[in-house]
């Protein structure tokens, strides 16, 4: 392989993957409580007529990942990122209208298979400690029953009790529940879903927070998992959250953006939340990002 052509791959590698999954402000994680101003800077706040109605996850400096089942009107939309309480002053916040939907083509509504849209926002947003983008889990990316994982959203805290002033960002830790489990609830799930819950209930994603991030950590970074897509109801037990499963949808995110390409990475995460075998992440990300440049 040419030394030069390596280098340019790793150049570019670098810079796709310098700011995703980064949250310095994300010092301790406890579920189903406040978060930290700035400890999920990703988060999205979608508002339509002036109120929240999904949640989203910033990809790079001007797209938004969220969910298709957001957009039976697409009035008035905007977008906040760096918001900490929906009520308040909020310092660390911009906001952007929105110049495109992209919700995915084979959507169903019936069956909530291709639960995914992208939102371009009519300008990029600069980052900051408190506006950063997600990293996105690749192609062939795997996360076992009992992994660990966390989504945020500014929901109902349970079905019909909305969240109380200021409205500060929920969290919540859940555990991945495998797909063969999780469809013995629901009968529809299908390989473009996961799903993550306890089975005594009590802990996880409500009504307002559709189009938010589930996300699990692998070393200091943070990777997207899925978007919070459909449950039957909010945690009640031996109900699972339905998300849509991010990585299936790499190559389809990649034909609409296709210049500062959002940070893909392959990972293997067990039910320990621990990453299977010894291959950095440099090294996962030159296989599943970059096959184009070069033959390995």
């Known amino acids: 392989m040419d030394s030069r052509v390596l280098t340019c791959a790793v150049t570019l590698l670098t ?19 406040d978060a930290a101003a700035g400890a999920w800077p990703w988060q999205a706040s979608l508002h339509r007529l002036g109120r929240h109605f999904c949640g989203g996850s910033l990809i790079n400096d001007q797209w938004v990942l969220t969910a298709a089942h957001c957009f039976e009107s697409t009035s008035e939309l905007i977008v906040y990122l760096g918001l900490d309480t929906q009520e308040g002053t909020n310092v660390n916040a911009v906001f952007r209208e929105v110049y495109q939907i992209i919700r995915h083509p084979d959507y169903d509504n019936i069956t909530s298979n291709n639960d995914m849209a992208l939102l371009q926002l009519s300008s990029p947003v600069d980052f900051t400690d408190y506006i950063r983008p997600a990293c996105l889990a690749a192609n062939g990316s795997s996360f076992d029953a ?69 996300v699990s950590k692998q070393d200091s970074r943070w990777i997207q998992s899925g978007v919070v897509s459909s449950s039957t109801d909010c945690a009640l037990p031996d109900t699972p959250g339905v998300y849509t499963r991010v990585s299936q949808y790499q190559t389809w995110i990649e034909s609409h953006i296709t210049t500062n390409e959002p940070g893909f990475v392959f990972v293997t995460l067990s039910g320990s939340g621990s990453i299977s075998g010894t291959a950095s992440l440099s090294i996962l990300l030159l296989v599943s990002v970059l096959p184009v440049l070069f033959s390995l």
């Open 146 to 214: 009992g992994t660990t994982s966390w989504v945020t959203g500014w929901g109902e805290i349970n079905c019909r009790v909305p969240l109380p002033s200021p409205q500060r960002l929920q969290q919540v830790d859940v555990p991945i529940v495998s797909n063969s489990q999780c469809n013995s609830s629901y009968g529809v799930i299908t390989d473009n879903m996961i799903c993550a819950g306890r089975p005594q209930g009590g802990k996880g994603s409500c009504y307002g927070d559709s189009g938010g991030p589930m």
């Open 15 to 33: 810079l796709m993957v310098k700011e995703c999954g980064t949250a310095p402000l994300n010092t301790k994680i406890v579920g189903g409580q």
